[in-house]
């Protein structure tokens, strides 16, 4: 069942149906050179079968080692960086308790789950270990290449510490290792110390990885279905899939975020009025930013936390440069069934109010910001989804991952690689080596 529905009528004002059409047949061309394997970084599209080629032998030891983790370790600390892992961090918070880490293990019933290795900061490194000092914990290390700078710092330390703690043998339980299946630093380091290993698909880039092991062991860890993600994923790939972009609202996002583009509105910002989509906003950023941030193009992904930011941002979405549109992720059904109380005094004046769902109060705020921001010369798209479900979820990361190719074999791309990351990459570790002594 599809969970997902584009509302684009508060676009459609800013368009004209020839600018309509002639986009499509754009979609249409760039559909054809993903479906033919004919555009650019066509031998990293494995993204676009993961959900149904599932490597079932994997996804079986997946579990497995998500119940040994949820045994031998009261903290799981995930080891990457961007694509390994983003994903994992935005499923855990849609579907974790939000105060989950502050729980009890009782109550949580999986280990507190921490991502590190995202940065370099001494301060972060140094709280991290003397937090882990006296917990029994485990580590994910996630990264292709096994040389990506901030994980590797992270790995070496918490591997040290590991070893310190339990001896060299039964440290090596301990650590997971999520890699390249044939080459690579980290490969040749789980299999000398026999590392539990899990492989990242030669033909799928980090930002396309959540639905393979860099996003499905922490997932099971933190006892997600990921299956039904998967499920989810799956549908999508057929349902978005339809060349008729009229009946397709995936490629239609597409098409009108391009011809918005095209009319100067090179700033995306995608919304949500739920704070557990934080991450997932993190994620959407990093995937069309590196995709399609190249050769002096692209739209600039931006993201806003409402009504949170409206307190921040807002002013500046409602009456700045029009150079931006907003796309907005709006949840239809919220199943937490909590409600206004009423106060015997009403001090705030809110009694007014009382007995609705705060929900409904979101919901109108909701409707209300979008009207403003239309009103306001800010195009605006909604993706309804019906409710976070994993299979919902699954559905909506196809989308974004879909819409994304499309739009950077639109933009005239490679949608899959990254040479400005690569750039600033051996600029760092050049002067690192340079001052090594």
Known sequence: MQGIFLEDENVKKFITEEEYEQMC??????????????????????????PADRDEEEIARIKECADRINKQADVFVVIGIGGSYLGAKAM???????????????????????????????KYLRNLVEFLEDKD??????????????????????????????????AATRIYVTT?????????????????MFKIPH???????????????????????????????????????NKDVSNNDCYKYAAYRNILREKNKDIEILASYEPSFQYFIEWYKQLFGESEG????????????????LHSMGQLIQ????NIFETVINVQVDRSLIYLPESEDNFDNLNYLAGKEIDYINKQAFKGTVKAHVDGNVPT?????????????????????????????????NPFDQPGVEAYKKNMLGLLKENKN
């Open 25 to 50: 047949k754009k979609v249409e061309e760039a559909h054809d050179m993903l479906e033919n394997q004919t555009g650019k970084g066509s031998e990293m599209l494995g993204w676009m079968n993961l």
């Open 92 to 122: 855990i918070d849609l579907f974790d308790n939000t105060f989950s880490n502050l729980e009890s293990y009782s109550e949580r019933k999986h280990p507190q789950i921490i991502f590190a290795g995202n940065n370099l900061s001494g």
């Open 137 to 170: 914990f485990a580590i994910n290390v996630i990264s292709k290449s096994g040389s990506t700078l901030e994980p590797a710092v992270t790995f070496r330390t918490l591997k040290i510490l590991l070893e310190q703690k339990y001896g060299k043998v039964l």
């Open 180 to 196: 390249d299946p044939d080459k690579g630093i980290l490969h040749d380091l789980a299999i000398k110390n026999e590392y539990e």
């Open 203 to 241: 033909d799928v880039g980090g930002r396309y990885s959540v639905l393979t092991a860099v996003g499905l062991l922490p997932m099971a860890v933190a006892n997600i279905n990921f299956e039904d993600i998967l499920d989810g994923a799956q549908f999508a790939s057929f349902v978005f899939n």
């Open 294 to 309: 190249k050769d002096g193009k692209g739209i600039f992904p931006a993201g806003v936390n409402l009504t949170t930011d």
């Open 319 to 322: 009456d700045g440069k029009r």
């Open 381 to 413: 798209m909604v993706i309804n989804l019906e409710d976070i479900t994993e299979y919902n979820i699954g559905q909506l990361i196809y989308f974004f991952e879909k819409a994304c190719a499309i739009s950077g074999y639109i933009l005239g791309v």
